[in-house]
């Protein structure tokens, strides 16, 4: 947020990806049919990113699955997919020799910014897409908590703040 409020754009995207791993682990650690990676990760041991996304794969099997039973079609799409799609696009931000370099350097100008960029719209870009962000983490803590205090608790807690979200980019749309 810091990065954010500062002006400044491909810059956070390091700190993006470590929110956006931590969240896709404890979506994993949270699992209740996950005992494995939980005794690793309390062990010091390190899990990768992929490993997580295996564990979401079997979360996402098992509730379309239940949904099946339940006779509700699912409308959202592949979750470990849109998480790997996530984690190339703040990877390429997190190292230097990547296509987000070129959204800094303005070689007509023989430029490069340095500190807030000059552009509002990438600003409002990188803003907007660390919302969405910020709300992965919002429903991946909440669900966490539900499986602890009870489903309620995601209705009480987690849809409100969601729902403000949604009033937020309703009344001040960053993009179209």
Same mark, same amino acid.
């Given at each position: 947020?810091? #990065?954010? =409020?500062?002006?400044?754009?491909?810059? @956070?995207?390091?700190?993006?990806?470590? +929110?956006?791993?931590?969240?896709?682990?404890?979506?994993?650690?949270?699992?209740?049919?996950?005992? #494995?990676?939980?005794?690793?990760?309390?062990?010091?041991?390190? !899990?990768?990113? =992929?490993?997580? *996304?295996?564990?979401?794969?079997?979360?996402?099997?098992?509730?379309?699955? *239940?949904?099946?039973?339940?006779?509700?079609?699912?409308?959202?799409? #592949?979750?470990?997919? +849109?998480? =790997?799609?996530?984690?190339?696009?703040? %990877?390429?931000?997190?190292?230097?020799?990547?296509?987000?370099?070129?959204?800094?350097?303005?070689?007509?100008?023989?430029?490069?910014?340095?500190?807030?960029?000059?552009? @509002?719209?990438?600003?409002?870009?990188?803003?907007?897409?660390?919302?969405?962000?910020?709300?992965?983490? !919002? !429903?991946?803590?909440?669900?966490?908590? @539900?499986?602890?205090?009870?489903?309620?608790?995601? @209705?009480?807690?987690?849809?409100?703040?969601?729902?403000?979200?949604?009033?937020? =980019?309703?009344?001040?749309? +960053? %993009? #179209?």
């Amino acid at each position: 947020m810091h #990065d954010l =409020r500062g002006g400044f754009t491909s810059e @956070a995207f390091g700190t993006l990806r470590a +929110l956006h791993e931590a969240s896709q682990l404890l979506s994993a650690l949270s699992f209740h049919e996950e005992e #494995d990676v939980v005794r690793r990760w309390l062990a010091g041991e390190f !899990i990768r990113p =992929r490993e997580a *996304r295996d564990v979401q794969s079997h979360k996402q099997d098992l509730a379309l699955q *239940r949904m099946a039973e339940a006779g509700v079609e699912p409308d959202v799409g #592949d979750v470990v997919t +849109l998480s =790997r799609q996530i984690y190339s696009v703040l %990877s390429e931000g997190s190292h230097h020799q990547r296509s987000v370099m070129a959204e800094s350097m303005a070689p007509e100008l023989r430029r490069f910014a340095y500190g807030p960029h000059p552009d @509002a719209s990438n600003r409002a870009i990188h803003v907007e897409y660390a919302g969405e962000l910020l709300e992965e983490v !919002i !429903i991946v803590v909440g669900d966490a908590f @539900a499986d602890i205090l009870g489903r309620g608790f995601y @209705a009480q807690r987690v849809r409100p703040l969601q729902e403000a979200l949604e009033r937020i =980019r309703e009344e001040a749309p +960053l %993009s #179209d």
